[in-house]
């Protein structure tokens, strides 16, 4: 169900600002740990999250309703699956390159169509289903191309270390997208994107005391040089804020599958990054893949419609 127009810009904002927020953690990455890397996404961006939250709630004249129980479960659930996808989905970039790390977990949006069917009951248009099989082989022809195509070669690639950690990373973005969408039903708000930025701001709590305190006691250095790197993990904390913002607001107001499909558009934002940002060469086949991408962006629209 589609409660507000507003999940298409701010999943479409949410895109550009994920790939912005990857491309400057993966610059992070060579001054930090993956952990240390993951960290400064909650670490810096819970201030973010809670000004956006005190902004929305004095532009509304709302207050904080009562959290229930399952509501911090479902958030906790998002939280915890949201820090090992980040670690997981960093530490592929360090096998291939920054464009295919990202394309591994991009995979999601199959995983979610199904977690939210199973979770949440949300059944797929015909138009979004073929928009998720555009996407989908937009992503296999960026991860599998220039492979042999013979069944040893591709086996290989999918048991690679950076398909396990981005499929790993697939599958707990996709559970983190979906209890998201049931911790902003558990409030039982008549405001959407009020209940989303309470969500955000619950979640990233939870992910800044949770990692906090494992890296106090398991790598206490890293937890350091992520207060030392501040420049930078500052930019990272803010656009992932920000971005994650965008996506509870999107999965708020409409089926968090549908978000997803449209959220490929940060493949492209992904690819311009790694062009502009980190200097790699985009090539013709990753070009053709785009238009995959971009036209299961256009019939997800459609099938919105």
Same mark, same amino acid.
């Given at each position: 169900?589609?409660?507000?127009?507003?999940? #298409?810009? =701010?999943?479409?904002?949410?895109?550009?600002?994920?790939?912005?927020?990857?491309?400057?953690?993966?610059?992070?990455?060579?001054?930090?740990?993956?952990?240390?890397?993951?960290?400064?996404?909650?670490?810096?961006?819970?201030?973010?999250?809670?000004?956006?939250?005190?902004?929305?709630?004095?532009?509304?004249?709302?207050?904080?309703?009562?959290?229930? /129980?399952?509501?911090?479960?479902?958030?906790?659930?998002?939280?915890? %699956?949201?820090? #090992?996808?980040?670690?997981?989905?960093?530490?592929?970039?360090?096998?291939?390159?920054?464009?295919?790390?990202?394309?591994?977990?991009?995979?999601?949006?199959?995983?979610?169509?199904?977690?939210?069917? !199973?979770?949440?009951?949300?059944?797929?248009?015909?138009?979004?289903?073929?928009?998720?099989?555009?996407?989908?082989?937009?992503?296999?022809? !960026?991860? #599998?191309?220039?492979?042999? !195509?013979?069944?040893?070669?591709?086996?290989?690639? /999918?048991?690679?270390? =950076? %398909?396990?950690?981005?499929?790993? =990373?697939?599958?707990?973005?996709?559970?983190?997208?979906?209890?998201?969408?049931?911790?902003?039903?558990?409030? &039982?708000? &008549?405001?959407?994107?009020?209940?989303?930025?309470?969500?955000?701001?619950?979640?990233?709590?939870?992910?800044?005391?949770?990692?906090?305190?494992? !890296?106090?006691?398991?790598?206490?250095?890293?937890?350091?040089?992520?207060? &030392?790197?501040?420049?930078?993990?500052?930019?990272?904390?803010?656009? %992932?804020?920000?971005?994650?913002?965008?996506?509870?607001?999107?999965?708020? &107001?409409?089926?968090? =599958?549908?978000?997803?499909?449209?959220?490929?558009?940060?493949?492209?934002?992904?690819?311009?990054?790694?062009?502009?940002?980190?200097?790699?060469?985009?090539?013709?086949?990753?070009?053709?893949?785009?238009?995959?991408?971009? %036209?299961?962006?256009?019939?997800? #629209?459609?099938?919105?419609?």
């Amino acid at each position: 169900m589609i409660h507000s127009i507003i999940w #298409l810009p =701010a999943t479409l904002l949410a895109g550009l600002l994920q790939a912005w927020r990857t491309a400057v953690q993966q610059r992070l990455r060579t001054m930090i740990s993956v952990s240390g890397a993951g960290l400064v996404r909650y670490l810096y961006g819970l201030p973010i999250g809670i000004v956006l939250l005190m902004a929305y709630m004095s532009w509304r004249h709302v207050s904080l309703p009562a959290g229930s /129980f399952i509501f911090f479960i479902d958030a906790a659930v998002a939280a915890i %699956a949201q820090i #090992l996808a980040t670690i997981l989905l960093i530490a592929a970039f360090g096998h291939r390159n920054f464009v295919v790390g990202t394309a591994f977990a991009k995979t999601e949006v199959v995983q979610v169509a199904l977690f939210a069917w !199973l979770v949440l009951g949300e059944h797929l248009s015909l138009w979004v289903m073929l928009a998720i099989g555009c996407g989908i082989t937009g992503v296999l022809i !960026l991860t #599998l191309w220039g492979q042999a !195509l013979q069944s040893q070669s591709i086996l290989k690639v /999918f048991i690679s270390p =950076a %398909a396990r950690c981005g499929l790993g =990373a697939g599958t707990l973005f996709a559970i983190t997208s979906v209890f998201v969408k049931r911790a902003t039903h558990d409030l &039982n708000v &008549n405001d959407p994107t009020f209940a989303a930025l309470i969500s955000l701001v619950v979640v990233m709590f939870i992910q800044t005391v949770v990692h906090c305190a494992w !890296l106090a006691v398991r790598d206490p250095e890293t937890l350091k040089r992520a207060i &030392n790197t501040w420049r930078v993990s500052l930019q990272v904390g803010v656009l %992932a804020s920000l971005g994650s913002a965008c996506w509870f607001i999107g999965f708020a &107001n409409a089926p968090v =599958a549908l978000v997803r499909v449209v959220g490929q558009i940060e493949v492209v934002f992904t690819l311009l990054f790694a062009h502009w940002y980190l200097r790699e060469k985009t090539s013709v086949h990753e070009s053709f893949a785009l238009i995959l991408i971009v %036209a299961g962006v256009v019939l997800a #629209l459609i099938g919105s419609l």
